[in-house]
């Protein structure tokens, strides 16, 4: 499996940025898909994460209320919608996916429960 995430850039305080995780190599709707970031000088932290479904999600309590989470299982596409964008966002942010069986449709918010990890999208919030 394979994931691409893709969507980061530079914005000012209090703007959006959507970012997008696609994935491929498997039957995407078996999979729980998370998103986790890092800023410089800390350790790696949860930010959302979805459903095999999409019926159930999670987020930090840092995003709540701010960032949205989505998937389009036609598409083999995760979102991640931020909106409020604050300075204490920046970080890169990493998609990862990991197999659920069907009878498994809920949120995985540890990462290491994640098999498969995307590359890297760069979020700067400049104040």
């Known amino acids: 499996v394979q994931l691409q995430a893709s969507g980061g850039g530079l914005v000012q305080a209090g703007d959006s940025l959507r970012l997008s995780c696609a994935v491929s190599?498997?039957?995407?709707?078996?999979?729980?898909v998370g998103w986790f970031r890092q800023a410089p000088g800390k350790e790696r932290e949860f930010v959302s994460a979805?459903?095999?479904?999409?019926?159930?999600?999670d987020f930090a309590d840092s995003v709540k209320g701010r960032f949205t989470i989505s998937r389009d299982n036609a598409k083999n596409m995760v979102y991640l919608q931020m909106n409020s964008l604050t300075p204490e966002d920046t970080a890169v942010y990493y998609c990862?996916?990991?197999?659920?069986?069907?009878?498994?449709?809920?949120?995985?918010?540890?990462?290491?429960?994640?098999?498969?990890w995307g590359n890297g999208t760069l979020v700067t919030v400049s104040s």
């Open positions: 990862a996916a990991v197999r659920r069986d069907y009878w498994q449709d809920y949120v995985v918010n540890m990462d290491f429960k994640y098999d498969f």
């Open positions: 190599g498997g039957t995407f709707s078996s999979y729980s």
């Open positions: 979805i459903s095999r479904s999409g019926g159930s999600t």
